[in-house]
């Protein structure tokens, strides 16, 4: 065949199939604007990235980003504006000096970590200044860093302030224009303090230097509660909480045990006079312990913190909202427990525990001395003349100095369990009052860039939508709830949609889902109004659901009809919010097994019929849970030609890919045979080629085959609506995917790949198989969902190569080349017919 003529044929193709590729990969944002969400991506910041740190200026609604040698300031209220930047960058003798210290060019670079307001119309601001923390001054008004003399930026040592490292793990907090923190203070990263970081010299102090204080920690939160002379008229100090997951050492056990920790100090602490002299003495330390002891299943890896006071002016009512994960499952697993700060007084206020050790038996514990180690100091204590911590007696600081682990737990049961997902950063927003608000919304930002939304009424949880807002390879670090909307961001990007509001749900049976938050459908309006009550009235979901005329319910699901054929391998879904465990009735056979709350099934003669999952719940003012029905299927044999139908429709952009990356191969032969003939051409013409040229005919075989990457020829299948299955999860985007590709996936502790993200258009996937998608992020989550012959995101390759050779047999190898081209494309039904590619409103590429 001519190279013309084969070029010809080949180029339309290859543009008509990137056609197909570009529009699977820009559909994906489709549900997101349905969603009246706004997002920035990596382009408009234009060459910043890395993202670590947000502060958000309430009064103007200005959002400050940290980044890689940069800080952004953007109006929330119009994001269309061009963001203002400022350039912190560190000289290149610093970097190189960094990378010679056995650093990676990536981490030495200026990560901007902390960013608090001062107070006084500035911000401090630290960065990791290659591996040499340093901090500076921002003023608000002119958006500049404050200058020295030279005229270069006016700086101070960062050290004991801010990591050295971009990816560690780090927390701080500004309580009365003094900054506490929480975080490595070398260089190795081997030493940790909680410190009082800024303020007169005499007064930083730090933690004592013991593993008994710190044992290798990860800080994960703070908050400042201060506290209030009118609901607190003993005169109580403001206190400092920090949150973070350290290895304990309490339990004799051969490997290392993480345990979550929650930990005290009081503001005005100055240290000892002579014992604990710079060192905090009102430093106490609890367990925290998230279980559902039901079924005994414990979560000891504290991710995040959301701290939120229920009642405003009432430091009484702060609850503290953490995220779990746990140490000993292999799959991803969180949880969401909330303990109140009454309770981790209780404890701080407990009996202390007995570290010491004496052989192998425990020795006696000693006496609390007076004043109790560890108080805040008070009215009452003030007048028995400790008007300050130097006065305290050596006795009391030296029991603390031994004793900062209380004996007593910090307990609570989950609220929100979810497998298969991974959750890396929460925020909450409450309706009602009170110290028992009548609903929470939690708002869980995932490590695949979606944002979820469950709504809590009581013990019962439900899953109001799922939003994917970025690549699947950014995960979400921070959240930001104001004015009714979320400020979503990732180390790439940033999202604002609305978040708050019974107008959110657009239609009868979402608005029905929401009615625990006190929302009810109009329907003379068509649009979801709030009660304007107390949320969570007499009236039931299923209630709401029926006056939809909605014939299912939240625990009474229609069930849904799967036509299936022998030897198909899928995944039953039931989504699983609650800790307590679930179940499912199902025809005898031996071909199904449980994934989590899921349920795997082999197709056989033998188990088609029903398939009830069934989990255990508590309703409102009961003790003992209840069975709720969550998923319903009923599985019928399907006859072949509908098996051929939905297998060839399935696979559809699976080949379309392949059969790009098949014509890339055969351009890149094609190129070559081309630079051949021309270089044929000129050596009769007299060009003389060395003897090992590839015109001497000693080369035959030395065009390598290439190969690519296929999802498995088993048999597949897809339904309309279904949702996406993403590591055992149901989330609305409606697709089948293949050859997932998780990429990093994220870490809380911003830990990515070489400390630095590069933007990844394709969406973090290899290829994926599409179906009829209707998703409109309108709030309705369908419960089914099919994941053919792969479970929990596993993928299958198979290898497929064109070769070809030089010489004579050159030109019949293309020759057979383009016509095994023509056959592939033949047997595709697209080409068959003109019937297009299934319509897709969104995409998991």
């Not at 439900?462 to 390879?473: A, V, W």
């Not at 989590?596 to 188990?607: A, I």
Request: aromatic share 8%; with cysteine; proline share 6%.
């Amino acid at each position: 065949m001519p190279l013309g003529r084969a070029m010809l044929i080949v180029v339309p193709v290859l543009l008509q199939l990137s056609g197909f590729c570009w529009t699977a990969t820009v559909s994906g944002l489709e549900g997101v604007h349905k969603l009246e969400a706004k997002v920035l991506d990596p382009d408009t910041f234009e060459g910043v990235a890395n993202f670590s740190t947000f502060l958000l200026d309430r009064s103007s609604d200005t959002l400050l980003l940290g980044a890689r040698d940069a800080i952004l300031s953007l109006d929330t209220s119009d994001l269309d504006k061009p963001p203002r930047k400022i350039v912190w960058d560190v000289p290149k003798e610093k970097r190189r000096s960094c990378v010679a210290k056995g650093k990676t060019e990536v981490d030495c670079y200026n990560y901007i970590r902390l960013l608090e307001f001062l107070g006084d119309g500035r911000v401090y601001v630290c960065g990791t200044y290659a591996f040499d923390p340093q901090c500076a001054f921002l003023e608000l008004s002119s958006f500049t860093l404050q200058k020295a003399e030279d005229g270069g930026v006016k700086m101070e040592t960062g050290k004991g302030k801010c990591p050295f490292e971009p990816s560690q793990h780090y927390t701080a907090v500004m309580a009365g224009g003094i900054l506490y923190t929480a975080a490595t203070s070398n260089f190795l990263g081997t030493l940790f303090d909680i410190s009082r970081a800024t303020g007169p010299e005499q007064e930083r102090i730090r933690t004592e230097r013991s593993i008994n204080w710190l044992s290798d920690p990860e800080f994960v939160s703070s908050a400042f509660i201060e506290q209030s002379a009118v609901s607190d008229p003993s005169g109580d100090d403001d206190k400092i909480y920090f949150f973070f997951t350290e290895v304990a050492k309490e339990y004799d056990l051969y490997t290392k045990v993480k345990v979550p920790r929650v930990a005290r100090v009081c503001k005005s602490d100055v240290g000892g006079m002579k014992t604990l002299q710079r060192r905090w003495t009102t430093f106490l330390k609890a367990q925290l312990v998230c279980e559902d002891k039901p079924s005994g299943q414990r979560y000891n890896i504290l991710t995040d913190v959301y701290t939120m006071q229920h009642t405003q002016g009432e430091p009484s009512s702060t609850h503290f909202y953490g995220l779990f994960t746990s140490q000993w499952e292999s799959e991803q697993l969180s949880a969401v427990c909330v303990f109140s700060l009454s309770d981790i007084n209780k404890v701080m206020d407990g009996p202390f525990k007995e570290l010491k050790k004496n052989c192998e038996n425990w020795i006696n514990p000693e006496p609390v001395p007076t004043p109790r180690p560890g108080q805040c100091l008070n009215t009452e204590l003030k007048a028995e003349g400790f008007e300050s911590s130097l006065k305290l007696p050596d006795k009391v600081l030296t029991f603390v100095r031994d004793h900062p682990l209380m004996e007593n737990s910090v307990s609570a049961a989950p609220l929100l369990v979810r497998q298969g997902v991974g959750y890396t950063k929460l925020a909450v927003s409450q309706t009602g009052g009170g110290d028992e608000p009548g609903g929470l919304v939690l708002h869980l930002g995932t490590d695949r860039g979606e944002l979820h939304q469950v709504e809590v009424v009581g013990q019962n949880t439900t899953l109001l939508r799922e939003m994917p807002l970025f690549s699947s390879q950014e995960p979400i670090n921070n959240i930001f709830l104001h004015k009714g909307q979320a400020l979503v961001g990732s180390p790439l990007s940033l999202a604002r949609i609305r978040a708050e509001g019974c107008s959110l749900y657009p239609d009868c049976e979402a608005c029905a889902r929401a009615r625990g938050l006190g929302c009810v459908w109009d329907p003379d309006q068509e649009a979801c109004r709030t009660t304007g009550g107390q949320s969570g009235s007499d009236e039931t979901v299923d209630d709401a659901l029926r006056k939809c005329n909605v014939q299912e319910g939240r625990c009474a699901p229609f069930p849904r009809e799967l036509r299936v054929f022998l030897g198909l391998r899928l995944l039953l879904p039931c989504v699983q919010l609650s800790p307590r465990p679930c179940s499912w009735e199902h025809p005898p056979h031996r071909l199904t097994r449980q994934h989590h709350s899921d349920l795997e099934v082999t197709v056989t003669e033998e188990n088609l019929g029903r398939y009830v999952c069934t989990c255990q719940e508590v309703e409102p003012g009961a003790r003992d849970p209840t069975p709720c029905r969550r998923a319903a299927f009923h599985l019928t044999l399907s006859d072949p030609t509908t098996r051929e139908a939905v297998a060839a429709g399935g696979t559809r952009h699976i080949l379309a890919v392949y059969i790009l990356f098949f014509c890339l191969g055969v351009l890149l032969s094609l190129s070559v045979v081309f630079v051949i003939n021309r270089r044929r051409g000129s050596g009769r013409q007299g060009n003389h080629l060395p003897d090992n040229s590839l015109s001497s005919g000693k080369g035959p075989g030395l065009l390598g085959s290439s190969a690519t990457q296929q999802s498995p020829s088993s048999d597949s299948m897809t339904f309309d609506g279904f949702p996406e299955k993403r590591n055992g999860t149901a989330t609305t985007n409606t697709t089948s995917t293949l050859l997932s590709n998780h990429g990093n996936g994220g870490h809380p502790g911003n830990s990515y790949g070489n400390n630095l993200i590069h933007r990844n258009p394709s969406n973090g996937h290899g290829t994926s198989l599409h179906g009829n998608c209707n998703t409109s992020g309108s709030g309705k989550f369908p419960t089914e969902i099919f994941a053919p012959d792969m479970m929990d995101g596993k993928t299958g390759e198979r290898e497929s190569g064109v070769g070809g050779g030089l010489g004579e047999p050159l030109r019949d190898g293309l020759r057979e080349g383009m016509k095994g081209l023509e056959d592939e494309l033949a047997k595709i039904t697209m080409f068959k017919s003109g019937a297009p590619l299934a319509p897709c409103e969104e995409s998991s590429i």
